[in-house]
């Protein structure tokens, strides 16, 4: 299967708020955003609707970050994946960096920098749509 073509954005993250703040600031943007709120049910929607960018939580219960992480770069090889953490008992930077080291093409921490996130986004969809 091929990517969507129409500019598709999955959102996996356990915490709501930051899936709406995500699903909204995008939104407006004029991406098709699709949202989960866990890694299992982001697994499943990722295989289903090979979305051209993954953004992930790092640390959420049953399926992390992590696992999906390396499941889009190892079966999904055109995705763009962007991580994102707040850290907890490890700090974000750490989450992050092996984030970076299994593949993620960005990482950023929380609070968000929301006008990173929409240049980095805006790039990576032009490698889809140029």
Same mark, same amino acid.
């Given at each position: 299967?091929?990517?969507?073509?129409?500019?598709?954005?999955?959102?996996?993250?356990?915490?709501?708020?930051?899936?709406?703040?995500?699903?909204?600031?995008?939104?407006?943007?004029?991406?098709?955003?699709?949202?989960?709120?866990?890694?299992?049910?982001?697994?499943?929607?990722?295989?289903?609707?090979?979305?051209?960018? @993954?953004?992930?939580?790092?640390?959420?219960?049953?399926?992390?970050?992590?696992?999906?992480?390396? *499941?889009?770069?190892?079966? *999904?090889?055109?995705?763009?994946?962007?991580?994102?953490?707040?850290?907890?008992?490890?700090?974000?930077?750490? *989450?992050?960096?092996?984030?970076?080291? @299994?593949?993620?093409?960005?990482?950023?921490?929380?609070?968000?920098?929301?006008?990173? @996130?929409?240049?980095?986004?805006?790039?990576?969809?032009?490698?889809?749509?140029?």
């Amino acid at each position: 299967m091929e990517p969507s073509g129409i500019g598709t954005i999955l959102v996996v993250d356990d915490s709501r708020v930051m899936r709406e703040e995500l699903v909204s600031f995008l939104g407006g943007k004029g991406y098709r955003i699709l949202e989960a709120a866990d890694g299992e049910e982001g697994w499943r929607m990722m295989d289903e609707t090979l979305p051209d960018i @993954l953004i992930t939580d790092l640390i959420m219960p049953g399926k992390d970050g992590i696992e999906l992480i390396r *499941h889009a770069k190892r079966v *999904h090889k055109h995705m763009k994946v962007i991580a994102i953490s707040g850290g907890g008992a490890i700090p974000a930077h750490r *989450h992050l960096g092996m984030a970076r080291r @299994l593949g993620a093409d960005y990482v950023m921490e929380k609070p968000l920098d929301w006008k990173a @996130l929409e240049t980095t986004v805006s790039i990576y969809m032009l490698t889809y749509f140029v």
